[in-house]
């Protein structure tokens, strides 16, 4: 069964990812998993790194690996603000694990200096679920 299309935005820092018409979002925010369908109710709320789905037609998802950002819905539109999206099918499991690890080790040495401990552990949480995204490659 078809869904009614609404205008969803994803922007990162450095551009634009992804502009058009859906029939859902699904993603992740700091209170569990979401969906968005058109003209849900005004919301606002903060992202964790997760897949991030965009069901362009019943049988056609795009699926992104999403860093943690925002989410604003209103006016039967979505905008996702984000740190990082990066399509799931170009994410490279090396560079992802060595990503990984430098962050570990980062969190490590972070001692008590606690804005260098959330940031190592920021980004472990990303660099974890977007290894977990790109499989064993």
Same mark, same amino acid.
């Given at each position: 069964?078809a869904?009614?299309?609404f #205008?969803?935005?994803v922007l /990162?820092p450095e551009?634009?990812?992804?502009?058009?018409?859906?029939?859902?979002? &699904?993603t992740?925010?700091t209170?569990?998993?979401?969906?968005i369908?058109?003209r849900?109710? #005004?919301?606002?709320?903060t992202l964790e790194? /997760?897949e991030?789905r965009?069901?362009? &037609? *019943?049988?056609?998802?795009?699926?992104?690996?999403?860093? *943690?950002?925002y989410l604003?819905?209103? &006016?039967?539109h979505?905008?996702l603000l984000v740190?990082?999206? %990066?399509?799931v099918?170009?994410l490279?499991?090396r560079?992802l694990?060595?990503?990984? %690890?430098?962050?570990?080790?980062?969190? *490590?040495?972070?001692? *008590?200096?606690t804005?260098?401990?959330?940031?190592?552990?920021r980004?472990?949480?990303?660099?974890q679920?977007f290894?977990?995204?790109a499989? #064993?490659g």
């Amino acid at each position: 069964m078809a869904h009614a299309k609404f #205008p969803v935005e994803v922007l /990162t820092p450095e551009g634009e990812v992804f502009n058009g018409e859906v029939e859902m979002v &699904s993603t992740r925010t700091t209170l569990g998993q979401i969906g968005i369908l058109a003209r849900h109710a #005004p919301l606002l709320a903060t992202l964790e790194p /997760t897949e991030l789905r965009l069901y362009t &037609s *019943e049988d056609h998802i795009l699926r992104f690996a999403q860093a *943690e950002g925002y989410l604003q819905v209103g &006016s039967n539109h979505a905008m996702l603000l984000v740190e990082e999206a %990066r399509p799931v099918e170009e994410l490279d499991a090396r560079d992802l694990r060595e990503r990984l %690890r430098i962050a570990e080790q980062e969190l *490590e040495q972070a001692g *008590e200096d606690t804005e260098r401990r959330r940031v190592a552990e920021r980004d472990r949480r990303r660099w974890q679920q977007f290894l977990n995204l790109a499989g #064993p490659g």
